[in-house]
C-alpha cells in the first residue's frame, strides 16, 4: 500500500490554464506538505499544513493554493500556469506532534508549454 | 535565514570504499538534521535523524555525526555497493520550527 500518493504522475498544459494535483495519505498524519524540486534539483518547501493551519512559504505566488478536504487530503490548484511553474511537485505528510520525519510522494512531473 | 551546503554536486567512489558526504549549515544550530535519499524519479526517502545533544548516530552501514560548533554533519555509507547510488539531501528545520530546509543534495555514484 502507498502511503503517501500523487495524482497525475505527469502533467503537460499550455500556458495560462488552471491545473490541480491530488495528494493522499493512508498514514493517519496531521501535518501535509508541498514542496517544488526545479530542474536545479533544489527541493523547495511552498506550504505546510497542520489542523487547518497553513504556513505558507512567502515566496510562493498567489496563483498556487492548497486545498484540504480532510485530513489525509492534500490538493495544489495552481491558476494562470507559467512556463517557470515547470517542475517537480511532491507531496509529503509528518505526524503532527514532532514533524521530525517526513514521507514523500512520488511526485508529479509538470510541464508548462 | 538558514542556508545548507553540501560538499560536492556529485561524488564518485569505488564499490567497498567508505563514502563519505558533507552537510554545512551557517546560521542558527538546529535541535536536529535529517538525511534522505532521493532516487531518480522518486521522491525523497528518510534515512537517519541526529540530534543537537548527539555525537553519532548508526543505521546498519551508515552513520552519521553532527558538530554543532563546526555547523557540520557528516553522513557516512561503509562498503558501499553499486545500490547506494543515488542522490543524499541532508535536512533540519527552520528557524521557526515549522518547516524543513534542504540542501542541494549530493549525486552519489559507487562504481563496480
Known amino acids: 500500500d502507498t502511503a503517501v500518493s500523487q495524482t497525475p504522475k505527469y502533467l503537460v498544459t499550455q500556458m495560462g490554464n488552471d491545473k490541480s494535483i491530488k495528494c493522499e495519505q493512508n498514514?493517519?498524519?496531521?501535518?501535509m506538505y508541498w514542496y517544488k524540486q526545479d530542474s536545479k534539483k533544489f527541493l523547495k518547501i511552498m506550504f505546510s499544513?497542520?489542523?487547518?493551519?497553513?504556513?505558507i512559504n512567502e515566496t510562493v505566488p498567489n496563483r498556487f493554493s492548497p486545498k484540504s478536504p480532510d485530513k489525509a487530503h492534500l490538493n495544489l490548484h495552481i491558476n494562470s500556469l507559467e512556463l517557470g511553474d515547470s517542475a517537480v511537485y511532491f507531496c509529503?505528510?509528518?505526524?503532527?506532534?514532532?514533524?521530525?520525519?517526513?514521507?514523500f510522494g512520488p511526485g508529479t512531473r509538470l510541464l508548462v508549454l | 535565514s538558514q542556508k545548507i551546503e553540501q560538499n560536492s554536486e556529485a561524488l564518485n567512489i569505488q564499490e567497498g570504499k567508505t563514502a563519505t558526504l558533507t552537510c554545512n549549515y551557517t546560521?542558527?544550530?538546529?535541535?536536529?538534521l535529517q538525511w534522505y535519499r532521493q532516487d531518480p524519479g522518486r521522491g525523497p526517502v528518510f534515512l537517519l535523524l541526529?540530534?543537537?545533544?548527539?555525537k553519532e548516530k548508526r543505521k546498519e552501514r551508515l552513520k552519521v555525526t553532527f558538530d554543532t560548533t563546526l555547523k557540520q554533519s557528516l553522513f557516512h555509507i561503509t562498503a558501499s555497493q553499486p545500490a547506494d547510488s543515488a542522490t543524499y539531501l541532508c535536512?533540519?528545520?527552520?528557524?521557526?520550527?515549522?518547516?524543513?530546509?534542504f540542501g542541494p543534495g549530493t549525486r552519489l555514484s559507487v562504481l563496480p
Open positions: 499544513y497542520n489542523n487547518k493551519e497553513l504556513i
Open positions: 498514514l493517519g498524519h496531521d501535518t
Open positions: 535536512a533540519l528545520p527552520d528557524n521557526y520550527g515549522q518547516n524543513f530546509v
Open positions: 509529503a505528510s509528518s505526524q503532527d506532534s514532532t514533524k521530525e520525519t517526513q514521507y
Open positions: 541526529i540530534r543537537e545533544n548527539e
Open positions: 546560521n542558527y544550530s538546529p535541535a536536529y
